[in-house]
């Protein structure tokens, strides 16, 4: 059985192509452009586009499940040629939004639900995985650790951020064994950890001091934009982190429940990121 992981270069799905490699699974990676891939050896490389449907079928060929990122952009082709090359299991990772009681008017969530709806109105079986938090947000301080502090609102905010190797885990061990299909999974790490907290991990295990300066819900959204945040999106996303002081994101206990093994923590991920931020 062969498995073609989309966004191979991405965090998310370099974890799944290296679960997938780890158990002996035939696989193929891709991005938009696959000789900017550097994957294990034995691994094949292809370029593939949503956005482009021509891409689609060479990349699919032979292909029986996928381990897919929402791209809104080009889903009704991809489920065409999913169909057309015979693919039976499509693992989309979706976003926690879309199970929000108040989704309907989240644009993050839309965005994300339409996709959703697609795979699931398609003749093959899907799994949707709705992780909340990523711990790789915690790589957007980066620039400011180089200066010995974090900077962020809200910073008691509590989120149970997932490590990309716990997504990676399941994600594999859904493709390998075909189970959950037509199942949402809510992901999430072991327990909630405010961003305070993690300053204080990541401090710990870089061996050096850093201070928490707490950036206004504006100061937030100007940075945010800066780096290309669609106007809309930054209240948003802030609404739902002020909402976390008050309320900690939900912890699920999903990772075990399919891998059998407990989510890895917050400190697990720094210390597997300590490189990052050096």
């Known amino acids: 059985m062969t498995t073609l992981v989309t966004g191979a270069s991405g965090h998310v799905g370099r974890a799944v192509l290296d679960a997938l490699v780890a158990a002996g699974q035939d696989v193929r990676a891709s991005s938009r452009d696959a000789a900017t891939l550097d994957v294990p050896d034995g691994v094949a490389k292809v370029s593939a586009d949503l956005e482009d449907p021509s891409t689609l079928e060479s990349a699919l060929d032979g292909v029986e499940s996928v381990f897919l990122y929402t791209q809104r952009q080009g889903i009704d082709g991809f489920v065409k040629a999913?169909?057309?090359?015979?693919?039976?299991?499509?693992?989309?990772?979706s976003s926690g939004a879309t199970?929000?009681?108040?989704?309907?008017r989240s644009r993050i969530a839309r965005l994300h639900r339409v996709v959703e709806e697609?795979?699931?109105?398609?003749?093959?079986?899907?799994?949707?995985l709705n992780p909340g938090s990523f711990a790789t947000n915690t790589l957007?301080?980066?620039?400011?650790?180089?200066?010995?502090?974090?900077?962020?609102?809200y910073p008691d905010s509590r989120v149970g951020a997932i490590h990309e190797r716990d997504l990676g885990d399941v994600a594999a061990k859904i493709l390998i064994d075909g189970s959950h299909a037509g199942e949402a999974l809510q992901l999430s790490g072991p327990e909630p950890v405010s961003f305070r907290e993690q300053a204080a991990i990541l401090a710990d295990v870089l061996g050096r001091p850093l201070r928490v300066e707490e950036l206004t819900p504006e100061q937030a959204?100007?940075?945010?934009?800066?780096l290309g945040w669609p106007p809309e999106v930054p209240p948003e996303i802030l609404r739902a982190i002020e909402r976390t002081t008050r309320e900690p994101s939900m912890v699920t206990d999903v990772v075990r429940e399919v891998t059998g093994h407990t989510p890895r923590t917050f400190r697990q991920w720094a210390e597997d990121h300590r490189a990052d931020f050096a």
Request: aromatic share 4%.
């Open 82 to 93: 999913a169909e057309a090359a015979g693919v039976r299991h499509v693992v989309l990772l």
């Open 118 to 128: 697609a795979l699931i109105a398609a003749p093959f079986a899907e799994t949707l």
């Open 99 to 104: 199970l929000e009681p108040k989704s309907a």
């Open 221 to 226: 959204a100007e940075r945010m934009a800066a």
């Open 140 to 153: 957007g301080w980066r620039a400011d650790i180089a200066e010995g502090v974090v900077r962020t609102p």
